[in-house]
């Protein structure tokens, strides 16, 4: 059972506490947005916090809930953003962080359009070259974000290692090895300035990242490892899933093939969004997109394949691609309202 703990943002707070769940799936968070999101103030800003599964004392790993999305900051030898969206709730793929509770800061005091703005000026102020375990990690990102969205901090022991390594740091006279808020590169990077070469021809799939990958809206404990495998589907009565896949550095891509188990959960029409990196479901259902499909599929040996040729002027420098796949059945004529998507296969030039 996961617990929560409901602290206003107090900082105050010596430990960590236990509560009730506050926790909401994907399309749930996705409706409060959209009800929400011309208005600030009643969007309840959530930090959730994940603990290493070997129990180590004060080492907490945060992300900050708002909106329909979950944005955390990461490190990587790159000049790009170290700033992601995820599903809420979904652990880093592949570490040995688990989901430990959702604490409430404080209400919103930003539209969602205000609020996806100051999220995009905090992307540039944290670069995933900049991150620093001691002085510029996950948790400092997440106070930075909740201070913007609703002018509290987050608790104060979430971040308490931290804390604890720069006083000793301090001692022995050394330094962080991130000093200031450097600035994050914009969508093409040393690759497309020719600094890294890149000479990869055809499939893509290597050249997503996927630890930093996401899927909302999906039934799977972890949906970017089952998008990668076996497949991943959406939840009942709602036929709509988002993948957002980041890059590792800027691609080219000319085509889009996906995989479906049978024509009942195939998706009928699909949204595309280059370099948008910020979306939650509510901007991919209603947004403009990059570019649209009424999905056409063919039989194959153990299901359905769609294949899409995308306009390859618009997906010439791609960093971040969305992929918002749904169907109109929803569940009412006795069918069970989901769509499954088994593969998704990307192809161009990286």
Not at 99 to 104: G, P, V
Not at 279 to 295: I, K, N, Y
Request: net charge negative; glycine share 12%; aromatic share 6%.
């Amino acid at each position: 059972q996961v617990e929560s703990q409901v602290m206003g943002g107090s900082q105050s707070h010596d430990g960590p506490g236990t509560g009730a769940s506050t926790g909401a799936g994907p399309a749930a968070a996705a409706g409060a947005a959209a009800a929400a999101g011309a208005r600030g103030g009643s969007e309840m800003v959530k930090l959730n916090v994940y603990s290493l599964s070997s129990g180590q004392p004060f080492a907490y790993h945060s992300g900050v809930e708002v909106f329909g999305g979950e944005y955390v900051f990461g490190g990587g030898n790159t000049s790009f953003s170290g700033v992601t969206v995820q599903r809420p709730k979904v652990p880093p793929a592949g570490s040995d962080w688990t989901f430990s509770q959702t604490i409430d800061i404080a209400p919103c005091r930003l539209s969602r359009d205000d609020a996806m703005r100051a999220i995009q000026e905090l992307r540039a102020e944290f670069p995933a070259s900049g991150y620093d375990l001691m002085a510029r990690n996950c948790n400092h990102f997440s106070e930075a974000l909740c201070q913007k969205l609703c002018s509290r901090g987050i608790p104060s022991w979430v971040n308490r290692l931290a804390g604890i390594g720069n006083a000793m740091r301090s001692a022995v006279g050394g330094a962080p090895t991130s000093t200031g808020p450097a600035r994050a590169e914009g969508a093409g990077g040393p690759a497309a300035a020719g600094l890294v070469a890149r000479t990869t021809d055809g499939d893509l799939t290597a050249e997503v990242d996927w630890k930093a990958a996401g899927v909302l809206n999906a039934v799977e404990d972890d949906p970017t490892e089952a998008l990668q495998n076996t497949g991943v589907t959406s939840e009942a009565g709602s036929p709509e899933l988002l993948l957002l896949l980041p890059f590792i550095s800027p691609v080219k891509m000319q085509k889009l093939v996906l995989e479906a188990p049978d024509k009942a959960q195939a998706p009928t029409s699909l949204r595309l969004f280059a370099n948008n990196p910020n979306l939650d479901m509510d901007d991919a259902m209603t947004g403009a997109a990059t570019q649209e499909f009424d999905v056409s599929w063919t039989s194959a040996a153990d299901g359905l394949v769609a294949t899409l040729d995308v306009n390859f002027l618009k997906f010439q420098k791609l960093s971040f691609l969305a992929i918002c796949a749904r169907s109109e059945d929803d569940g009412t004529n006795g069918t069970n309202g989901t769509i499954s998507i088994r593969k998704v296969s990307l192809s161009g030039r990286a």
